[in-house]
Protein backbone atom coordinates (compact mmCIF):
# COMPACT_ATOMS: atom_id res chain seq x y z
CA UNK A 1 0.00 0.00 0.00
CA UNK A 2 1.26 3.58 -0.78
CA UNK A 3 0.10 5.96 1.83
CA UNK A 4 0.05 9.87 1.35
CA UNK A 5 -0.66 12.30 3.90
CA UNK A 6 -0.83 15.60 3.98
CA UNK A 7 2.03 16.34 1.64
CA UNK A 8 3.77 19.33 0.22
CA UNK A 9 5.73 20.81 -1.78
CA UNK A 10 7.05 23.75 -2.34
CA UNK A 11 9.58 25.29 -4.80
CA UNK A 12 11.88 28.03 -4.00
CA UNK A 13 13.71 29.25 -7.28
CA UNK A 14 15.74 32.61 -7.42
CA UNK A 15 12.82 34.87 -7.63
CA UNK A 16 9.58 33.45 -6.63
CA UNK A 17 8.26 30.46 -4.53
CA UNK A 18 5.96 27.83 -6.17
CA UNK A 19 3.53 25.87 -4.16
CA UNK A 20 3.69 22.26 -6.62
CA UNK A 21 1.51 20.04 -3.66
CA UNK A 22 -0.63 21.37 -0.89
CA UNK A 23 -2.52 19.05 1.49
CA UNK A 24 -2.32 15.93 -0.93
CA UNK A 25 -3.79 12.47 0.83
CA UNK A 26 -3.89 9.79 -1.32
CA UNK A 27 -4.05 5.59 -0.55
CA UNK A 28 -3.38 3.31 -2.96
CA UNK A 29 -3.99 -0.26 -2.47
CA UNK A 30 -2.15 -3.26 -3.47
CA UNK A 31 -3.33 -4.83 -6.53
CA UNK A 32 -4.42 -1.02 -8.03
CA UNK A 33 -3.74 0.65 -11.88
CA UNK A 34 -3.70 4.29 -9.66
CA UNK A 35 -4.45 6.74 -12.47
CA UNK A 36 -3.36 10.59 -11.57
CA UNK A 37 -4.45 12.95 -14.11
CA UNK A 38 -4.14 16.90 -14.89
CA UNK A 39 -3.65 19.05 -16.96
CA UNK A 40 0.11 20.26 -17.69
CA UNK A 41 1.57 21.83 -14.80
CA UNK A 42 -0.90 20.42 -12.06
CA UNK A 43 1.51 19.14 -9.96
CA UNK A 44 1.24 15.58 -11.43
CA UNK A 45 4.91 15.18 -11.70
CA UNK A 46 6.23 16.14 -8.62
CA UNK A 47 3.29 14.12 -6.76
CA UNK A 48 5.12 10.62 -8.18
CA UNK A 49 8.66 11.88 -7.58
CA UNK A 50 7.57 12.64 -3.86
CA UNK A 51 6.16 8.71 -3.61
CA UNK A 52 10.09 7.55 -4.10
CA UNK A 53 11.63 10.74 -2.88
CA UNK A 54 13.36 11.99 -5.94
CA UNK A 55 11.38 14.98 -4.51
CA UNK A 56 11.76 15.71 -1.11
CA UNK A 57 8.41 17.12 0.27
CA UNK A 58 8.77 19.97 2.59
CA UNK A 59 5.38 18.41 4.61
CA UNK A 60 3.88 15.20 4.81
CA UNK A 61 4.38 11.50 4.99
CA UNK A 62 5.25 8.93 2.20
CA UNK A 63 4.39 5.36 3.80
CA UNK A 64 5.05 3.26 1.20
CA UNK A 65 4.63 -0.55 2.23
CA UNK A 66 4.33 0.32 5.82
CA UNK A 67 7.56 2.52 5.93
CA UNK A 68 7.64 6.37 6.15
CA UNK A 69 10.31 7.09 3.57
CA UNK A 70 10.90 10.93 4.88
CA UNK A 71 11.98 9.27 8.00
CA UNK A 72 14.42 6.89 6.84
CA UNK A 73 18.42 6.86 6.10
CA UNK A 74 19.88 7.67 2.91
CA UNK A 75 21.08 3.86 2.61
CA UNK A 76 17.62 2.70 3.97
CA UNK A 77 16.23 4.98 1.10
CA UNK A 78 18.42 3.31 -1.54
CA UNK A 79 16.93 -0.03 -0.35
CA UNK A 80 13.15 1.16 -0.59
CA UNK A 81 13.58 2.43 -3.98
CA UNK A 82 14.55 -0.95 -5.20
CA UNK A 83 10.93 -2.14 -4.60
CA UNK A 84 9.54 1.11 -6.59
CA UNK A 85 10.21 1.00 -10.46
CA UNK A 86 10.30 3.79 -12.07
CA UNK A 87 9.25 4.78 -15.82
CA UNK A 88 9.48 8.14 -17.29
CA UNK A 89 7.97 9.43 -20.83
CA UNK A 90 11.71 10.04 -22.30
CA UNK A 91 12.71 6.31 -21.34
CA UNK A 92 15.77 7.82 -19.74
CA UNK A 93 17.98 4.61 -20.90
CA UNK A 94 22.15 4.90 -20.49
CA UNK A 95 22.29 5.43 -24.07
CA UNK A 96 25.91 3.66 -24.09
CA UNK A 97 25.12 0.53 -22.92
CA UNK A 98 22.97 -2.26 -24.61
CA UNK A 99 19.41 -3.43 -23.88
CA UNK A 100 20.56 -6.08 -21.69
CA UNK A 101 22.80 -3.77 -19.76
CA UNK A 102 20.30 -1.82 -19.17
CA UNK A 103 18.20 -4.26 -17.66
CA UNK A 104 21.04 -5.60 -15.68
CA UNK A 105 22.08 -2.08 -14.20
CA UNK A 106 19.72 -2.39 -11.23
CA UNK A 107 20.64 -5.49 -10.63
CA UNK A 108 24.73 -4.44 -10.90
CA UNK A 109 23.93 -2.03 -8.06
CA UNK A 110 21.50 -4.34 -6.13
CA UNK A 111 25.01 -6.43 -6.00
CA UNK A 112 23.79 -9.18 -7.97
CA UNK A 113 26.18 -11.77 -9.85
CA UNK A 114 26.49 -11.13 -13.40
CA UNK A 115 25.60 -14.47 -14.87
CA UNK A 116 22.27 -14.44 -12.57
CA UNK A 117 21.50 -10.72 -14.16
CA UNK A 118 21.90 -11.90 -17.38
CA UNK A 119 19.48 -14.58 -16.82
CA UNK A 120 16.89 -12.26 -15.40
CA UNK A 121 17.36 -9.73 -18.10
CA UNK A 122 17.05 -12.61 -20.47
CA UNK A 123 13.76 -13.50 -18.49
CA UNK A 124 12.33 -9.86 -18.37
CA UNK A 125 13.41 -9.71 -22.64
CA UNK A 126 10.96 -12.57 -22.96
CA UNK A 127 7.98 -10.63 -20.68
CA UNK A 128 8.48 -7.39 -22.37
CA UNK A 129 9.02 -8.91 -26.25
CA UNK A 130 11.87 -7.76 -27.22
CA UNK A 131 14.35 -11.00 -26.90
CA UNK A 132 15.55 -10.49 -30.05
CA UNK A 133 17.15 -7.06 -29.13
CA UNK A 134 19.15 -7.88 -26.50
CA UNK A 135 22.18 -6.33 -28.21
CA UNK A 136 20.51 -3.65 -29.69
CA UNK A 137 21.96 0.28 -28.24
CA UNK A 138 18.93 1.95 -27.33
CA UNK A 139 19.60 4.40 -30.44
CA UNK A 140 18.86 1.27 -32.48
CA UNK A 141 15.76 0.95 -31.24
CA UNK A 142 12.08 2.78 -31.59
CA UNK A 143 10.02 4.64 -29.09
CA UNK A 144 7.84 1.60 -28.11
CA UNK A 145 10.83 -0.43 -27.97
CA UNK A 146 12.50 1.65 -25.80
CA UNK A 147 9.79 2.08 -23.11
CA UNK A 148 9.82 -2.05 -23.10
CA UNK A 149 13.36 -1.71 -22.38
CA UNK A 150 12.12 0.84 -19.54
CA UNK A 151 10.24 -1.36 -18.60
CA UNK A 152 12.02 -4.54 -18.16
CA UNK A 153 14.70 -2.78 -16.14
CA UNK A 154 12.28 -0.96 -13.51
CA UNK A 155 10.92 -4.75 -12.97
CA UNK A 156 14.24 -5.99 -13.04
CA UNK A 157 14.43 -5.88 -8.85
CA UNK A 158 11.32 -7.30 -8.97
CA UNK A 159 9.47 -4.41 -7.34
CA UNK A 160 6.07 -4.33 -5.88
CA UNK A 161 5.43 -1.10 -7.40
CA UNK A 162 5.21 0.79 -10.57
CA UNK A 163 5.76 4.36 -11.11
CA UNK A 164 4.55 5.60 -14.49
CA UNK A 165 5.20 9.11 -15.57
CA UNK A 166 3.57 10.39 -18.63
CA UNK A 167 5.17 6.86 -19.97
CA UNK A 168 3.15 6.69 -23.33
CA UNK A 169 3.07 10.58 -23.96
CA UNK A 170 5.43 10.37 -26.66
CA UNK A 171 4.23 7.81 -28.16
CA UNK A 172 1.95 7.19 -31.44
CA UNK A 173 -1.54 6.16 -30.76
CA UNK A 174 -1.26 1.94 -31.39
CA UNK A 175 2.34 1.73 -29.51
CA UNK A 176 0.29 3.49 -26.40
CA UNK A 177 -2.52 0.66 -26.35
CA UNK A 178 0.00 -2.18 -26.74
CA UNK A 179 2.53 -0.11 -24.02
CA UNK A 180 -0.97 -0.15 -21.54
CA UNK A 181 -1.86 -3.82 -22.81
CA UNK A 182 1.81 -4.57 -21.10
CA UNK A 183 1.66 -2.98 -18.22
CA UNK A 184 -2.08 -4.21 -17.81
CA UNK A 185 -0.47 -7.95 -18.14
CA UNK A 186 2.26 -6.84 -15.64
CA UNK A 187 -0.24 -5.94 -12.72
CA UNK A 188 -2.15 -9.13 -13.60
CA UNK A 189 0.46 -11.91 -13.63
CA UNK A 190 3.13 -10.36 -10.84
CA UNK A 191 0.60 -8.24 -9.50
CA UNK A 192 3.19 -5.13 -9.37
CA UNK A 193 0.46 -2.09 -8.01
CA UNK A 194 0.88 0.58 -10.78
CA UNK A 195 0.80 4.47 -11.01
CA UNK A 196 0.12 5.82 -13.91
CA UNK A 197 0.42 9.58 -14.52
CA UNK A 198 -1.31 11.03 -17.53
CA UNK A 199 -2.94 14.26 -19.31
CA UNK A 200 -5.04 11.38 -21.33
CA UNK A 201 -8.49 10.34 -20.20
CA UNK A 202 -8.12 7.88 -22.70
CA UNK A 203 -5.20 6.04 -20.95
CA UNK A 204 -6.96 5.76 -17.34
CA UNK A 205 -10.03 4.60 -18.96
CA UNK A 206 -8.45 2.14 -20.75
CA UNK A 207 -6.44 0.19 -17.72
CA UNK A 208 -6.92 2.17 -14.47
CA UNK A 209 -9.21 0.59 -11.58
CA UNK A 210 -8.85 3.89 -9.37
CA UNK A 211 -8.24 7.83 -10.26
CA UNK A 212 -7.50 10.85 -8.51
CA UNK A 213 -7.88 14.05 -10.43
CA UNK A 214 -5.34 16.71 -9.59
CA UNK A 215 -5.87 20.05 -10.45
CA UNK A 216 -3.96 23.67 -9.33
CA UNK A 217 -1.52 21.41 -6.78
CA UNK A 218 -4.59 19.71 -5.14
CA UNK A 219 -6.49 16.75 -5.76
CA UNK A 220 -9.99 17.61 -6.20
CA UNK A 221 -11.43 14.59 -6.74
CA UNK A 222 -10.92 10.22 -6.81
CA UNK A 223 -12.02 6.93 -6.52
CA UNK A 224 -13.37 4.18 -8.77
CA UNK A 225 -12.76 5.19 -12.56
CA UNK A 226 -16.24 4.26 -13.30
CA UNK A 227 -18.08 6.43 -10.92
CA UNK A 228 -15.84 9.16 -11.55
CA UNK A 229 -16.74 9.04 -15.10
CA UNK A 230 -20.56 8.74 -14.99
CA UNK A 231 -20.31 11.79 -12.28
CA UNK A 232 -17.14 13.90 -12.25
CA UNK A 233 -17.80 16.78 -9.64
CA UNK A 234 -14.89 19.13 -10.11
CA UNK A 235 -15.15 21.49 -12.72
CA UNK A 236 -11.49 20.52 -14.28
CA UNK A 237 -12.88 16.56 -13.88
CA UNK A 238 -15.74 17.45 -16.38
CA UNK A 239 -13.55 19.16 -18.43
CA UNK A 240 -10.89 16.09 -18.79
CA UNK A 241 -14.23 13.79 -19.17
CA UNK A 242 -16.94 15.51 -20.68
CA UNK A 243 -17.36 16.47 -23.96
CA UNK A 244 -17.05 19.94 -24.96
CA UNK A 245 -20.76 21.54 -24.30
CA UNK A 246 -19.94 23.58 -27.83
CA UNK A 247 -19.63 20.40 -30.12
CA UNK A 248 -22.61 19.72 -29.45
CA UNK A 249 -25.07 21.31 -32.18
CA UNK A 250 -28.74 22.12 -30.09
CA UNK A 251 -30.84 24.74 -31.89
CA UNK A 252 -32.35 26.84 -30.87
CA UNK A 253 -35.64 26.02 -28.94
CA UNK A 254 -34.25 22.47 -29.40
CA UNK A 255 -35.24 20.41 -25.71
CA UNK A 256 -33.07 17.06 -25.18
CA UNK A 257 -32.22 14.53 -22.49
CA UNK A 258 -28.89 13.71 -21.28
CA UNK A 259 -28.74 9.78 -20.78
CA UNK A 260 -25.81 9.35 -17.97
CA UNK A 261 -24.43 5.32 -18.30
CA UNK A 262 -22.85 4.67 -15.12
CA UNK A 263 -22.17 0.78 -15.46
CA UNK A 264 -25.51 -0.60 -14.67
CA UNK A 265 -27.63 -0.12 -18.00
CA UNK A 266 -26.22 -0.53 -21.74
CA UNK A 267 -26.43 2.35 -24.45
CA UNK A 268 -27.83 0.42 -27.24
CA UNK A 269 -31.10 -1.86 -25.42
CA UNK A 270 -31.95 2.14 -23.79
CA UNK A 271 -31.85 3.85 -27.52
CA UNK A 272 -33.60 1.24 -29.05
CA UNK A 273 -36.15 0.71 -26.10
CA UNK A 274 -37.35 4.66 -26.40
CA UNK A 275 -38.20 3.89 -29.91
CA UNK A 276 -39.83 1.08 -29.85
CA UNK A 277 -41.34 0.80 -26.49
CA UNK A 278 -42.84 4.79 -26.55
CA UNK A 279 -42.65 5.15 -30.47
CA UNK A 280 -41.00 8.38 -29.38
CA UNK A 281 -38.68 9.87 -32.71
CA UNK A 282 -35.75 10.88 -30.65
CA UNK A 283 -32.76 12.10 -32.29
CA UNK A 284 -29.32 11.70 -31.01
CA UNK A 285 -27.50 14.74 -30.93
CA UNK A 286 -24.04 13.87 -29.42
CA UNK A 287 -23.01 10.11 -27.96
CA UNK A 288 -19.72 9.69 -26.14
CA UNK A 289 -20.31 5.80 -24.32
CA UNK A 290 -17.02 3.60 -23.29
CA UNK A 291 -16.70 0.75 -22.26
CA UNK A 292 -14.40 0.15 -19.14
CA UNK A 293 -13.76 -3.17 -17.72
CA UNK A 294 -16.83 -4.25 -19.78
CA UNK A 295 -19.39 -2.08 -18.28
CA UNK A 296 -20.38 1.17 -20.29
CA UNK A 297 -19.81 4.57 -19.21
CA UNK A 298 -20.60 7.44 -20.81
CA UNK A 299 -23.59 10.05 -22.09
CA UNK A 300 -25.64 10.59 -24.51
CA UNK A 301 -27.78 13.43 -25.79
CA UNK A 302 -31.04 13.16 -27.20
CA UNK A 303 -33.13 15.22 -29.09
CA UNK A 304 -37.21 15.33 -28.91
CA UNK A 305 -39.89 16.52 -31.56
CA UNK A 306 -42.42 18.18 -28.33
CA UNK A 307 -41.98 18.70 -24.28
CA UNK A 308 -44.67 15.45 -23.97
CA UNK A 309 -42.42 13.35 -25.46
CA UNK A 310 -39.86 13.98 -23.08
CA UNK A 311 -41.93 13.59 -20.83
CA UNK A 312 -42.75 10.14 -22.06
CA UNK A 313 -39.16 9.21 -22.40
CA UNK A 314 -38.67 9.90 -18.72
CA UNK A 315 -40.88 8.37 -17.39
CA UNK A 316 -39.48 5.56 -19.53
CA UNK A 317 -36.16 6.10 -18.32
CA UNK A 318 -37.56 6.10 -14.93
CA UNK A 319 -38.57 2.88 -15.02
CA UNK A 320 -35.26 1.32 -16.18
CA UNK A 321 -32.96 3.31 -13.93
CA UNK A 322 -30.99 4.98 -15.75
CA UNK A 323 -29.45 8.48 -15.08
CA UNK A 324 -30.55 11.47 -16.88
CA UNK A 325 -31.03 15.55 -16.83
CA UNK A 326 -33.21 17.61 -18.98
CA UNK A 327 -31.49 20.11 -20.86
CA UNK A 328 -32.17 22.76 -23.71
CA UNK B 1 55.77 8.87 -44.61
CA UNK B 2 59.02 9.92 -43.25
CA UNK B 3 60.46 9.89 -46.87
CA UNK B 4 57.48 11.46 -48.28
CA UNK B 5 58.45 14.59 -46.24
CA UNK B 6 61.61 14.34 -46.64
CA UNK B 7 61.41 14.27 -50.64
CA UNK B 8 59.18 17.80 -49.98
CA UNK B 9 61.87 19.25 -47.79
CA UNK B 10 65.07 18.16 -49.71
CA UNK B 11 64.93 22.05 -51.36
CA UNK B 12 66.19 23.26 -47.89
CA UNK B 13 69.72 22.47 -47.11
CA UNK B 14 69.23 23.63 -43.30
CA UNK B 15 66.61 21.53 -42.98
CA UNK B 16 68.54 18.81 -44.57
CA UNK B 17 71.58 19.14 -42.31
CA UNK B 18 69.18 19.53 -39.04
CA UNK B 19 68.19 16.05 -40.24
CA UNK B 20 71.24 14.98 -40.73
CA UNK B 21 72.24 15.58 -37.20
CA UNK B 22 68.92 14.35 -35.75
CA UNK B 23 67.59 17.35 -34.03
CA UNK B 24 64.40 17.20 -36.48
CA UNK B 25 63.62 14.20 -35.07
CA UNK B 26 64.47 14.39 -31.39
CA UNK B 27 62.03 18.03 -31.52
CA UNK B 28 59.39 16.65 -32.90
CA UNK B 29 59.80 13.41 -30.43
CA UNK B 30 60.38 15.93 -27.13
CA UNK B 31 56.82 17.79 -28.22
CA UNK B 32 55.34 14.49 -28.64
CA UNK B 33 56.08 13.34 -25.13
CA UNK B 34 56.06 16.57 -23.15
CA UNK B 35 52.55 16.98 -24.42
CA UNK B 36 51.65 13.84 -23.98
CA UNK B 37 52.86 13.40 -20.43
CA UNK B 38 52.20 16.65 -19.79
CA UNK B 39 48.31 16.25 -21.10
CA UNK B 40 48.23 13.31 -19.18
CA UNK B 41 48.98 13.95 -15.63
CA UNK B 42 47.14 17.18 -15.92
CA UNK B 43 43.95 14.73 -16.09
CA UNK B 44 44.85 13.07 -13.09
CA UNK B 45 44.29 16.37 -11.41
CA UNK B 46 41.84 18.06 -13.60
CA UNK B 47 39.24 14.86 -14.08
CA UNK B 48 38.51 14.56 -10.46
CA UNK B 49 38.36 18.08 -10.20
CA UNK B 50 35.91 18.85 -12.95
CA UNK B 51 34.02 15.51 -11.88
CA UNK B 52 33.62 17.09 -8.34
CA UNK B 53 32.64 20.66 -9.71
CA UNK B 54 29.88 19.19 -11.71
CA UNK B 55 29.11 17.23 -8.39
CA UNK B 56 28.54 19.61 -6.21
CA UNK B 57 26.49 21.76 -8.24
CA UNK B 58 23.19 23.42 -8.16
CA UNK B 59 21.71 20.95 -10.63
CA UNK B 60 24.15 18.46 -9.56
CA UNK B 61 24.28 15.38 -7.51
CA UNK B 62 24.84 16.84 -4.35
CA UNK B 63 25.19 20.62 -4.26
CA UNK B 64 27.54 22.16 -2.01
CA UNK B 65 27.59 25.98 -2.79
CA UNK B 66 30.57 26.94 -1.40
CA UNK B 67 32.55 24.17 -2.51
CA UNK B 68 31.42 24.47 -6.06
CA UNK B 69 32.21 28.13 -6.19
CA UNK B 70 35.61 27.89 -4.47
CA UNK B 71 36.69 25.48 -6.96
CA UNK B 72 35.09 27.56 -10.17
CA UNK B 73 36.54 30.10 -8.56
CA UNK B 74 40.06 28.09 -8.68
CA UNK B 75 39.74 27.00 -12.41
CA UNK B 76 38.89 30.34 -13.68
CA UNK B 77 41.43 32.29 -12.06
CA UNK B 78 43.94 29.95 -13.42
CA UNK B 79 42.45 29.52 -16.75
CA UNK B 80 42.39 33.51 -17.21
CA UNK B 81 46.09 34.22 -16.74
CA UNK B 82 47.98 33.75 -20.11
CA UNK B 83 50.43 30.58 -20.12
CA UNK B 84 53.34 32.68 -21.36
CA UNK B 85 52.90 34.67 -17.84
CA UNK B 86 51.89 31.42 -16.13
CA UNK B 87 54.76 29.72 -17.20
CA UNK B 88 57.67 32.51 -16.35
CA UNK B 89 55.43 33.13 -12.60
CA UNK B 90 55.98 29.26 -12.37
CA UNK B 91 59.69 28.82 -13.17
CA UNK B 92 60.26 29.70 -8.86
CA UNK B 93 57.91 26.69 -7.94
CA UNK B 94 59.00 24.70 -10.73
CA UNK B 95 62.49 24.85 -9.37
CA UNK B 96 61.16 23.75 -5.96
CA UNK B 97 59.75 20.24 -7.70
CA UNK B 98 62.23 19.60 -9.91
CA UNK B 99 65.49 21.48 -8.77
CA UNK B 100 66.04 23.04 -11.69
CA UNK B 101 64.87 26.36 -13.15
CA UNK B 102 64.69 25.76 -17.21
CA UNK B 103 64.42 22.45 -19.23
CA UNK B 104 61.69 20.14 -20.22
CA UNK B 105 60.90 19.20 -16.49
CA UNK B 106 60.00 22.66 -15.71
CA UNK B 107 57.93 23.09 -18.78
CA UNK B 108 55.43 19.79 -17.84
CA UNK B 109 55.31 21.31 -14.07
CA UNK B 110 54.12 24.53 -15.76
CA UNK B 111 51.62 23.04 -18.77
CA UNK B 112 50.22 20.68 -16.02
CA UNK B 113 49.44 23.66 -14.38
CA UNK B 114 47.98 25.51 -17.03
CA UNK B 115 46.05 22.14 -17.96
CA UNK B 116 44.08 21.26 -15.18
CA UNK B 117 42.04 23.77 -14.94
CA UNK B 118 41.35 23.37 -18.25
CA UNK B 119 40.94 19.70 -18.50
CA UNK B 120 38.60 20.27 -15.40
CA UNK B 121 36.61 22.72 -17.12
CA UNK B 122 36.40 20.34 -20.12
CA UNK B 123 35.34 17.61 -17.82
CA UNK B 124 32.31 19.78 -16.35
CA UNK B 125 30.73 20.50 -19.28
CA UNK B 126 31.32 16.85 -20.76
CA UNK B 127 29.42 15.54 -17.87
CA UNK B 128 26.84 18.25 -18.07
CA UNK B 129 25.89 16.83 -21.09
CA UNK B 130 24.32 13.84 -19.32
CA UNK B 131 20.74 13.61 -19.47
CA UNK B 132 19.54 14.76 -16.19
CA UNK B 133 16.53 11.93 -16.57
CA UNK B 134 19.02 9.47 -17.10
CA UNK B 135 20.24 9.82 -13.39
CA UNK B 136 17.11 10.35 -11.84
CA UNK B 137 16.44 6.72 -13.38
CA UNK B 138 19.38 5.77 -11.76
CA UNK B 139 18.07 7.50 -8.66
CA UNK B 140 14.90 5.88 -8.62
CA UNK B 141 16.25 2.29 -9.05
CA UNK B 142 18.71 3.07 -5.70
CA UNK B 143 21.66 3.73 -7.12
CA UNK B 144 24.40 5.85 -4.69
CA UNK B 145 26.20 8.95 -5.29
CA UNK B 146 29.18 7.04 -6.03
CA UNK B 147 28.04 4.81 -8.51
CA UNK B 148 26.46 7.15 -10.36
CA UNK B 149 29.49 9.17 -11.06
CA UNK B 150 31.07 5.93 -11.94
CA UNK B 151 28.51 3.90 -14.18
CA UNK B 152 26.23 6.40 -15.25
CA UNK B 153 28.12 10.10 -15.59
CA UNK B 154 31.33 8.71 -16.90
CA UNK B 155 30.70 6.03 -19.21
CA UNK B 156 27.60 8.14 -20.52
CA UNK B 157 29.84 10.89 -21.20
CA UNK B 158 32.52 8.84 -22.58
CA UNK B 159 32.61 10.17 -25.99
CA UNK B 160 32.73 13.92 -25.18
CA UNK B 161 35.10 13.39 -22.95
CA UNK B 162 37.38 11.28 -25.62
CA UNK B 163 36.52 14.33 -27.43
CA UNK B 164 37.68 17.15 -24.78
CA UNK B 165 40.54 14.95 -24.64
CA UNK B 166 41.93 15.85 -27.75
CA UNK B 167 40.73 19.26 -27.94
CA UNK B 168 43.12 19.61 -24.18
CA UNK B 169 46.20 17.68 -26.03
CA UNK B 170 46.01 19.65 -29.37
CA UNK B 171 45.97 23.15 -26.59
CA UNK B 172 49.17 21.31 -24.29
CA UNK B 173 50.81 21.03 -27.74
CA UNK B 174 50.20 24.57 -28.46
CA UNK B 175 51.29 26.18 -25.73
CA UNK B 176 54.41 23.66 -25.32
CA UNK B 177 55.44 25.84 -28.50
CA UNK B 178 56.61 28.43 -26.09
CA UNK B 179 59.22 26.20 -24.76
CA UNK B 180 62.33 27.99 -26.14
CA UNK B 181 61.16 31.23 -23.45
CA UNK B 182 62.70 28.61 -20.77
CA UNK B 183 65.09 26.36 -22.61
CA UNK B 184 63.09 23.74 -23.32
CA UNK B 185 63.07 21.56 -26.08
CA UNK B 186 60.29 20.83 -28.90
CA UNK B 187 59.27 21.68 -32.00
CA UNK B 188 58.79 25.37 -30.66
CA UNK B 189 62.29 25.68 -29.88
CA UNK B 190 63.86 24.78 -33.31
CA UNK B 191 61.49 27.51 -34.74
CA UNK B 192 62.93 29.76 -32.59
CA UNK B 193 66.20 28.93 -32.45
CA UNK B 194 67.47 27.54 -35.65
CA UNK B 195 64.51 29.66 -37.61
CA UNK B 196 63.70 32.94 -36.38
CA UNK B 197 67.21 33.46 -34.51
CA UNK B 198 69.15 32.70 -37.57
CA UNK B 199 67.03 34.51 -40.08
CA UNK B 200 65.84 30.82 -41.58
CA UNK B 201 62.07 31.04 -42.67
CA UNK B 202 62.82 27.45 -43.82
CA UNK B 203 62.99 26.24 -40.68
CA UNK B 204 59.90 28.01 -39.40
CA UNK B 205 57.67 26.62 -42.18
CA UNK B 206 58.62 23.31 -41.63
CA UNK B 207 58.17 23.21 -37.99
CA UNK B 208 54.63 24.70 -38.95
CA UNK B 209 54.05 22.16 -40.83
CA UNK B 210 55.33 19.61 -38.79
CA UNK B 211 53.00 20.97 -35.78
CA UNK B 212 49.76 21.41 -37.85
CA UNK B 213 50.95 17.10 -39.22
CA UNK B 214 50.48 16.45 -34.98
CA UNK B 215 47.25 18.52 -34.80
CA UNK B 216 45.64 16.50 -37.19
CA UNK B 217 47.02 12.91 -36.32
CA UNK B 218 45.70 13.55 -32.88
CA UNK B 219 42.78 14.67 -33.74
CA UNK B 220 41.94 12.08 -36.40
CA UNK B 221 42.74 9.50 -33.52
CA UNK B 222 40.28 10.99 -31.55
CA UNK B 223 37.31 11.35 -34.45
CA UNK B 224 38.08 7.19 -34.89
CA UNK B 225 37.87 6.55 -31.18
CA UNK B 226 34.80 8.62 -30.92
CA UNK B 227 33.19 6.65 -33.67
CA UNK B 228 34.26 3.17 -32.55
CA UNK B 229 32.84 4.13 -29.45
CA UNK B 230 30.36 5.83 -29.18
CA UNK B 231 26.97 3.68 -28.96
CA UNK B 232 24.71 7.21 -29.91
CA UNK B 233 25.86 6.77 -33.55
CA UNK B 234 23.43 4.63 -35.52
CA UNK B 235 25.71 2.03 -37.56
N1 LIG C 1 12.44 21.72 -9.81
C1 LIG C 1 11.47 22.66 -9.87
N2 LIG C 1 11.74 23.95 -9.51
C2 LIG C 1 10.78 24.88 -9.54
N3 LIG C 1 9.52 24.68 -9.91
C3 LIG C 1 9.17 23.42 -10.27
C4 LIG C 1 10.13 22.36 -10.27
N4 LIG C 1 9.51 21.23 -10.69
C5 LIG C 1 8.22 21.56 -10.93
N5 LIG C 1 8.01 22.88 -10.68
C6 LIG C 1 6.74 23.59 -10.79
O1 LIG C 1 5.76 22.88 -10.09
C7 LIG C 1 4.54 22.86 -10.79
C8 LIG C 1 4.10 21.44 -11.06
O2 LIG C 1 4.99 20.83 -11.94
P1 LIG C 1 4.87 19.32 -12.42
O3 LIG C 1 4.72 18.45 -11.25
O4 LIG C 1 6.02 19.03 -13.33
O5 LIG C 1 3.52 19.36 -13.25
P2 LIG C 1 2.89 18.27 -14.27
O6 LIG C 1 3.75 17.05 -14.25
O7 LIG C 1 1.51 18.05 -13.78
O8 LIG C 1 2.91 18.92 -15.61
C9 LIG C 1 4.76 23.67 -12.06
O9 LIG C 1 4.30 24.97 -11.83
C10 LIG C 1 6.24 23.65 -12.22
O10 LIG C 1 6.68 24.81 -12.88
MG1 LIG D 1 4.88 16.08 -15.77
Known sequence: ?328 | MLHCLLTIFQFSEDFIKLWEKGIILQSIWETVYITILSTMIAYLIGLPLGILTYYTSKDGIRPMPWLHKTLSALINVLRSVPFIILMVALVPFAKMIIGKSYGNGVLIVTLIIAAFPYVARMVESSIQEVDHGVIEAAQSMGTSNLKIVFKVLIPEANPALITGGIISTVTVLGYSAMAATIGAGGLGMLAITYGHQRFNDDIIWICVLLTVLLVVAIQELGVWIVRKTDKRIKK
Open chain 1, 1 to 328: MIKITNLSKIFYTETSKVKALENINLTINDGDIFGIIGLSGAGKSTLVRCINLLERPNEGEVIVGGVDLTKVSEKELRLARRNIGMIFQNFNLLEQRTVIGNICFPLEIAGVKRQDAEKRARELLEIVSLTDKENAYPSQLSGGQKQRVAIARALATNPKYLLCDEATSALDPNTTTSILELLQSINKQFGVTIVIITHEMSVVEKICNKVAVIDHSHIVEQGEVGEIFTNPKSEIAKQLILPNKSKINIQEGQKGLRLIFNGESYAEPVLSGLVRDCGLDANVLFADVKEINGKHYGHMFLSFPSEQDIEKAITWLDGRKVNYSKEG
